[in-house]
C-alpha cells in the first residue's frame, strides 16, 4: 500500500468536463464572469 492513500479508493476524473485542470478553468472562469458583473452592478447604481 503506498503512503497517503486510501485503500479501495481511486483516482477517477471529476463528473464534470472529464478532466481536473478543465473543471479549475471552468471555476475560475464562472468566478471571473461572476466579479465582472458585480463591478457592472456597482458602477450602474452607484449613485
Known amino acids: 500500500m503506498s503512503k497517503g492513500r486510501r485503500p479501495g479508493v481511486a483516482d477517477e476524473p ?8 478543465r473543471l479549475y478553468a471552468a471555476v475560475l472562469a464562472w468566478l471571473a464572469v ?8 456597482t458602477r450602474t447604481y452607484n449613485r
Open 34 to 41: 461572476l466579479i465582472a458583473l458585480f463591478y457592472l452592478f
Open 14 to 21: 471529476p463528473p464534470l468536463l472529464g478532466r481536473w485542470p
